[in-house]
């Protein structure tokens, strides 16, 4: 039975739908609603008016499957109460729109506060999947603070080629050195990767999606052992159901995302991200939802709390599962279990159903430990993020469990120190540059070579690009060196595994020291001291600052429609979420 904390009369919707005082404009907001069949007892008696915020279209496969799920969540609200409307959010889907998807998380936070602040609703069901349509509901619902509650489309079924499990986005990967190596053609390269997506449901691997819907359930903001259920299993649409029943009992209870999002759940979330093996895009969401819930969470954050953890999720890309596996396994519940019972966890954090993590959390175990690893037998040993700085940038992401032995003979500066790493750079300003001359042999790129990407920031790439981690030139994959180290001011694929330094800020575009780098400068990484220097003196960067002012700046293309324009005059660097600057104090702004 729920605990009601508010009446039918203190219903947010009764401003619209039962207001005496303003007959006229009431009068207005419930005839168009009647003109489709509703009854003026349905809007204005005290039942909660329910939003479901439908992330699915044509345009968002990924997330396309939540069209036929909103029927479940409908059934489960009106069973328990509430009226639902459906309404849709901006499309972000990942692989499709141009320049990035990214772009869009902003845009689609600030049409979703729009509603959820000007429209009659009690509460929301936030509808994810598909990489930034997680982090942008739950930033809108941190901002609105009206009751919500997140339902996952659910992870794609395993993808199967020659008896061998192909993962999405992670195979992309492979097959493109493949490709590179004449092993394979195009058309084989097209059939290959598209065995990786068998069905309905977003990325089957441990990428961005998957990431951050485990992380929303870290959070607390969606049912208990939900997240990763695979999107065709009918466990999917029973979650759906029970989605809708409880936002209608949140709304009695006034559980709202200000009691959920708190600093304990947020150092959840970083704890969680490190043993899933979760993507390098999660911290800048999380870092986001965090700022819009007025919490100030930095990367130094996720270095201190995340990189002592291990993985124990083995589920690619840097495992060898994929989600049908995790979920059977126990899924996010089980590795919050593992964690709990290594005291990594704030057990006491409220979740969506009313009861904390660690309630929800008991007797959880872990059904097969290959795929989710006891905490004490992992995967990999400190598998969370560093924090870098230095002379070139204030921040920067590096998953340090991914240097490999044959990385460390190739650029070790000392043999007595095997935390120091020196290497050459070459340096590319964009996607564009770097495929036009990474075969090129003037750079001179051999195995002991650094490659930079600039110019690919939230700036320098309205809304960043995904493209600092890149394939070495062709003539050293066929002599084996497949992979180089990568350093860079834009993002990575959450299913790529590959060792980069990612997310630099401030970018090349904003005056970062990226901008200040040249092909053949020797660059210095230290991870002992959670440092990356070029060898450069401060003499020498100065005048090189001065000549890139004269020049007008680090030079990044034109915009090209007004959202571009608004999101770069606005935008904050990756390390503070990719924020809009003036959005993070506008907070709890539905409250009446
Ligand atoms: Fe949509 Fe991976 S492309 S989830
Ligand atoms: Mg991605």
Not at 58 to 85: E, M, Q, S, W, Y
Not at 569 to 574: G, K, Y
Request: proline share 7%.
């Amino acid at each position: 039975m729920t605990d009601r904390k508010i009446t039918p009369e203190q219903l947010r919707s009764r401003y619209w739908f039962d207001n005496p005082e303003h007959p006229g404009t009431t009068a207005l907001c419930i005839e168009r609603y009647m003109n489709y069949g509703i009854t003026l007892e349905e809007l204005a008696s005290g039942k909660p008016i329910i939003g479901i915020c439908q992330s699915g279209s044509d345009l968002t496969p990924c997330n396309r499957h939540h069209v036929a799920l909103a029927k479940r969540v409908k059934d489960g609200i009106r069973a328990a109460g509430g009226v639902p409307f459906e309404f849709p959010l901006h499309p972000i889907h990942e692989n499709v729109r141009r320049p990035t998807a990214a772009l869009d998380r902003n845009l689609a936070y600030l049409g979703l506060v729009e509603v959820l602040h000007g429209y009659p609703l009690d509460g929301v069901v936030l509808t994810t999947g598909c990489d930034k349509t997680t982090p942008a509901c739950l930033m809108a619902a941190a901002t609105v603070n009206i009751p919500a509650i997140v339902l996952s489309g659910g992870p794609m079924l395993n993808g199967w080629r020659d008896n061998e499990r192909v993962g999405s986005g992670t195979i992309i990967w492979d097959l493109r050195k493949r490709l590179a190596a004449g092993e394979i053609d195009y058309a084989d390269f097209l059939s290959r990767a598209t065995d990786s997506a068998p069905s309905v449901g977003h990325c089957n691997t441990m990428g961005t999606a998957s990431s951050m819907n485990s992380l929303a359930e870290a959070l607390g903001m969606s049912l208990p052992g939900s997240a990763m259920i695979p999107a065709p299993y009918k466990e999917r649409s029973m979650v759906a159901y029970q989605t809708g029943e409880r936002i209608v009992e949140m709304v009695w209870e006034d559980l709202r995302p200000s009691a959920i999002l708190t600093r304990e759940a947020f150092e959840n979330t970083i704890v969680t991200c490190s043993a899933l093996g979760g993507s390098s895009n999660a911290p800048i969401h999380i870092n986001a939802i965090a700022r819009h819930a007025g919490v100030e969470l930095t990367n130094d954050d996720w270095q201190r709390l995340g990189h002592p953890i291990p993985l124990l999720a083995n589920v690619m890309p840097a495992g060898a599962y994929l989600s049908e596996e995790f979920y059977r396994a126990g899924g996010v519940p089980a590795v919050l279990c593992e964690l709990l019972g290594a005291g990594k966890l704030h057990s006491g954090a409220m979740t969506v159903n009313g009861r904390t993590l660690g309630a929800n959390i008991e007797g959880c175990e872990t059904r097969d430990t290959d795929v989710i690893r006891r905490y004490d037998n992992p995967l990999v040993e400190r598998a969370g993020f560093l924090n870098l700085k230095g002379n070139l940038f204030d921040s920067a992401l590096m998953k340090t469990s991914v240097i490999s032995e044959d990385f460390r003979r190739r650029f070790l500066s000392n043999p007595d120190d095997p935390d120091a790493f020196e290497g050459r750079v070459a340096v590319f300003d964009n996607a564009e540059d770097y495929h036009a001359r990474i075969d090129d042999p003037a750079l001179a790129i051999d195995e002991t070579t650094i490659l930079i990407m600039r110019g690919a920031g939230p700036v320098g790439h309205p809304g960043g690009a995904e493209v600092v981690n890149m394939q070495p030139p062709e003539a050293l994959i066929r002599r084996g060196i497949d992979a180089l180290p990568c350093l860079g001011d834009g993002r990575q694929s959450g299913t790529s595994g590959s060792p980069s330094i990612l997310n630099a800020s401030p970018e090349a575009a904003t005056g970062g020291g990226l901008a200040l780098l040249e092909t053949g400068d020797r660059l210095r990484i230290d991870l002992g001291k959670g440092e990356v220097r070029v060898l450069l003196d401060d003499t020498e960067l100065a005048a090189r600052r001065h000549r890139l002012e004269e020049r007008g700046g680090y030079p990044y293309p034109p915009h090209q429609t007004p959202w571009q324009e608004i999101q770069r005059d606005l935008v904050e660097p990756l390390d503070r979420g990719m924020t809009l600057r003036s959005a993070p104090k506008y907070q709890d702004v539905a409250r009446r």
